[in-house]
């Protein structure tokens, strides 16, 4: 049994995503990022970055006591490794996974998160800001659509590159990108959107968080206003 400590954002939904392929049996124990609930005592135990996701195998390969893993990354790269799946065959194909996954962690992940702060949860609009995560997010899409020109998935077969790309484009709207303007990266998109295992991972989501639930003033002072004593 695996513990998903979870809510439904972008990194969250990579593990549901690879959960659900899998059909690993897990649990998910909500943690509510807009109630601080990411900074109770024993969630940093597991997650000391007080952020989620996070995992707790209680039955990792080899045996012994429970394995807990954080970051989002690195979570994939553990199922991958526990279950032999979605990470590549050869040692081209793993490096050209790891590649990617790293692209994502590094780019997509954190620009695209800045392009959502500033358009749609800062306090005032900052039109630099705004304007430089939108180019920025906006080249991050060019550079995913040229790598998936003749390509159905980001290196192949479907792995958990896709899985950890995949969430960060569903906000596209808000993102200001029309993925119109990518068409391998759109069809790309279409795909996995329509798998049975993505599907079943929003549905999930959706049952904890509905998509469309407003964030208040008060959710935001607890996700933005942190600093070292927050920990």
């Not at 800045?114 to 800001?129: K, L, M, S, T, V």
Request: hydrophobic share 40%.
């Amino acid at each position: 049994m695996i513990d998903l400590h979870y809510w439904p954002t972008p990194n969250g939904h990579k593990i549901t995503m690879f959960l659900e392929e899998t059909g690993l049996d897990y649990r998910i124990k909500p943690v509510n990022i807009g109630a601080g609930d990411q900074f109770k005592p024993d969630f940093l135990k597991i997650a000391p970055n007080n952020r989620m996701p996070a995992i707790v195998d209680h039955n990792p390969a080899g045996g012994g006591a429970p394995i807990s893993v954080f970051e989002s990354g690195a979570i994939l790269l553990y199922l991958a490794d526990k279950t032999g799946r979605f990470v590549g065959e050869t040692p081209r194909e793993k490096i050209a996974t790891i590649k990617w996954l790293m692209w994502q962690m590094g780019g997509l992940g954190p620009m695209a998160g800045q392009n959502h702060h500033f358009g749609r949860y800062a306090p005032e609009q900052i039109p630099y800001a705004i304007d430089r995560y939108v180019k920025e997010t906006n080249r991050l899409y060019g550079v995913l659509d040229r790598r998936l020109q003749g390509r159905d998935f980001i290196t192949g077969a479907y792995s958990i590159a896709d899985m950890a790309c995949y969430p960060w484009i569903v906000p596209h709207e808000a993102q200001r990108q029309d993925l119109n303007d990518f068409p391998d990266l759109k069809r790309w998109f279409e795909a996995i959107r329509a798998r049975p295992a993505t599907i079943e991972a929003y549905r999930k989501g959706e049952e904890i968080r509905p998509s469309d639930a407003p964030m208040t003033d008060a959710q935001k002072k607890i996700l933005f206003g942190q600093t070292a004593t927050s920990v």
